[in-house]
């Protein structure tokens, strides 16, 4: 086999194993906070005298449906953006077939978990999936996973849609963490020590990643540091308000699962904008740190004597 044709025969292989890591990634991501949840429950279970899970466990492949819901909705937006970006270190002329690849993944992802979901559904009166809220969550889970695929694959067309990325990273990954730690501590966690702040400071700094990607020259770029800034701002918020908006088009009555009224989409985005994990004092953090180290590189990059 010549060279050239043992590259291409490698380069298919490596688009082919995309699928799966795309799948992964997504699963695995989308499902930690529920994972961890479960897992621990299971060690919580054994430490008893008879203990141990009882009544019916829903089916592992359909963990990312069981989050908390504020975590649901940042791990499958979270997941999607990571599965996303896999296609970016692939070779240029192969990037539009790695970005094919990612999204068969995501896809794949999902019509695993929802046929699982929905096979529970109709195998067990105690399945925690009802036709109501498994329509809506379903359709969320899709929306927001391949929105979120979007954003990772934006990141092909340069260091602005790498920026705008991360920058989706920045304002899910603080949500996401609080799920998973809170799965791991349990509800008995919260109380006057219970503080999450880290969570928000890890945002930040990638959110400074994503601007010192970007870059400041030419000084134009600064527009694009306000748009990855209003990415991380809103990406998880609007995650939240479709999260409502879903089930207010799928039962027309605009109530709950469990028979409550759903609060209005617009209210939801109000409230996680200005109170939500992408709160504006971070923000403007990451700005001012984005800039200090955007400016020592400036210097550092300068002509000796300038």
């Given at each position: ?21 795309a ?5 695995f ?29 829903p ?27 896999l ?23 999902l019509?695993?978990?929802?046929a ?11 399945s ?5 809220s ?5 359709v969320?889970?899709v ?25 989706v ?19 008995g ?7 999450l ?6 945002g ?15 000084v ?14 809103t990406?998880?918020?609007l ?26 989409p ?12 992408g709160r ?27």
């Amino acid at each position: 086999m010549s060279p050239e044709r043992a590259a291409r025969v490698g380069d298919r292989v490596l688009l082919v194993l995309l699928v799966p890591l795309a799948a992964l990634t997504w699963w695995f991501v989308s499902s930690l906070p529920a994972l961890l949840e479960r897992m621990f429950a299971v060690l919580e279970g054994l430490g008893r005298v008879g203990g141990g899970v009882t009544g019916p466990e829903p089916g592992l492949l359909a963990l990312p449906l069981l989050g908390w819901p504020p975590t649901f909705v940042s791990g499958a937006l979270l997941g999607g953006v990571l599965a996303g970006l896999l296609a970016r270190p692939a070779d240029p002329a192969r990037r539009r077939a790695a970005a094919g690849a990612t999204v068969g993944g995501v896809l794949a992802g999902l019509v695993v978990v929802l046929a699982q979901a929905f096979a529970e559904l109709d195998e067990a009166a105690t399945s925690p999936f009802t036709p109501w809220s498994g329509t809506a969550m379903a359709v969320t889970l899709v929306l927001v996973s391949l929105l979120g695929w979007g954003a990772g694959t934006g990141a092909l067309g340069g260091r602005t849609g790498t920026g705008i990325a991360l920058g989706v990273v920045a304002g899910t990954l603080p949500a996401w963490l609080a799920g998973s730690a809170f799965a791991v501590l349990g509800p008995g966690s919260l109380g006057p020590g219970f503080d999450l702040g880290w969570t928000t400071w890890i945002g930040v700094a990638v959110l400074v990643g994503a601007l010192v990607t970007v870059g400041l020259r030419p000084v134009s770029r600064l527009a694009r540091w306000l748009l990855v800034v209003g990415v991380a701002w809103t990406a998880l918020p609007l995650a939240w308000s479709l999260q409502v908006l879903v089930p207010t088009v799928v039962n027309s009555t605009g109530t709950g699962p469990m028979g409550g009224r759903l609060p209005s989409p617009w209210q939801v985005l109000q409230d996680a904008l200005l109170d939500g994990p992408g709160r504006p004092l971070p923000l403007v953090a990451a700005l001012v740190v984005a800039a200090g180290i955007a400016a020592v590189r400036a210097r550092a990059a300068a002509p000796p004597g300038r």
